[in-house]
């Protein structure tokens, strides 16, 4: 089945931007439904961002026109772009997929497909 190695986390001061990326292996994800989500310590898995393969986008409040979620279908790779980043950013960030329609983009539930993380740490 399909694999995802997301990449591109850093360490990076408050304000500055980082791109993510999530590299799928395994199979083409035409049709997929792809989602980022990110987990603090402590903290449950909270919806970021999502991009379905008809071009739809959602974000969620706390990052909405902060981040910006893409695709490139030649490379398989979806991204996530974070500008003017806050300390409350700081998470691991997770890549997940899913094979065709979902209308609850924001459920963890929702996703077959999850890959391992990546850390972003924003210092203040």
């Known amino acids: 089945q399909v694999q995802l190695v997301e990449s591109g986390g850093a360490q990076v001061q408050a304000g500055g931007s980082l791109r993510l990326s999530c590299a799928a292996s395994g199979g083409s994800f035409s049709g997929y439904l792809m989602g980022w989500f990110r987990q603090a310590p402590g903290q449950e898995r909270e919806f970021v961002a999502a991009?379905?393969?008809?071009?739809?986008?959602k974000y969620a409040d706390s990052v909405m026109g902060r981040f910006t979620v893409s695709r490139d279908n030649a490379k398989n790779t979806v991204y996530l772009q974070l500008t003017s980043l806050k300390p409350e950013d700081t998470a691991v960030y997770y890549c997940?997929?899913?094979?065709?329609?979902?209308?609850?983009?924001?459920?963890?539930?929702?996703?077959?497909?999850w890959g391992q993380g990546t850390q972003v740490t924003v210092s203040s």
């Open positions: 991009l379905s393969w008809s071009g739809r986008k």
């Open positions: 997940a997929g899913r094979r065709g329609y979902s209308s609850r983009w924001y459920e963890r539930d929702e996703y077959e497909y």
